[in-house]
Nanobody, 115 residues
């Protein structure tokens, strides 16, 4: 069983930065695809970044050039560096792990971008 725990959310002004962390339990981390999703009030959950086993990454246009996903397999931890934050980035951010045909979610961390 995999457990994911996110941290690093909070309140930040427009133009600011935050770094989210996702700590995973278990031994499957290094062979998994990791991703970050977000869900704003009244909207569907959407992918904001993914990193694959080989290190390749993908981002939607809405965050490309501002967000960076990374992973440290030795620490079983994934990160999401978010720069140049905008009010429309306000959402609950969820860590996601996919391995062996199974998908796991963290509990989410709130990110609020407001002046």
């Amino acid at each position: 069983q995999v457990q994911l725990v996110e941290s690093g959310g909070g309140l930040v002004q427009p133009g600011g930065s935050l770094r989210l962390s996702c700590a995973a339990s278990g031994s499957a981390f290094s062979t998994s695809r990791m991703a970050w999703y977000r869900q704003a009030p009244g909207k569907q959950r959407e992918l904001v970044a993914a990193i694959f086993i080989g290190g390749g990454t993908t981002y939607p246009d809405s965050v490309k050039g501002r967000f960076t996903i990374s992973r440290d397999n030795a620490k079983n931890t994934a990160y999401l560096q978010m720069n140049s934050l905008k009010p429309e980035d306000t959402a609950v951010y969820f860590c996601n792990l996919f391995v062996g045909g199974s998908m796991y979610w963290g509990q989410g961390t709130q990110v609020t971008v407001s002046s």
